[in-house]
């Protein structure tokens, strides 16, 4: 079936499969290199998970440098601050060289997470100089965040996507838990706006159409 074949309010009238399928898609890492991991903001409770999957790609010396991006303000366990000023506290605390820490905060969406990184990249490094850069994020928000980056990252940019499947809003845990099974519901009902917008690619799911 395709997503474009149905409404946003149906997703969740959906099967947890047929929601896996069009939230997760088939990703896998590609093993790669680039010069920047692209950190997205979000939630503080799933932060530290996205900062972690960033902070292996840098140890395992995949990228050069991590931009945690991200300008709304939220009440944590860390004070008052921005998605990007929890995300560079977490990767200062998993022993990341603030040298390497690019810090975007204006961001207040995913698209805009592309559309101000993509800045801070030209003034900082010189986008000429940025070849492959990794999108890495939280898994139910990947597939979402890659269309985005598809759009609005230079065309002279190549990017992947990277994420640690095994969180609990991963393709086999999201319904263990209200809170992550509520995000992944979002997603899906995001992507299948963005399919029927003509923003984003096709997606099947279930059975396949011709």
Known sequence: MKLSKILPAQIRSLSPENVTEIVFGDFVDDGGFGQVALILGGNPRVLMDRAKAAAALFFAGRVEYLMPTGGVEWDSDKGRCTEAEYLKACLLELGVPQEVILLENEA??????????????????KIKNVRRVYVVTSPSHLRRSLEYARIYLPRTVDFAGYTDL???????????????????YREGELLCTGVLRGWFDEIEFGEKTE
Do not use: I, K
Not at 108 to 125: A, G, K, Q
């Open 108 to 125: 207040r969406t995913t698209h805009e997470n592309m559309v101000c990184s993509t800045l801070l990249m030209m003034r900082v490094l």
């Open 166 to 184: 095994s969180l609990p809003d991963g393709p086999s845990r999201w319904t263990e838990d209200p809170f992550y099974a509520e995000r992944v």
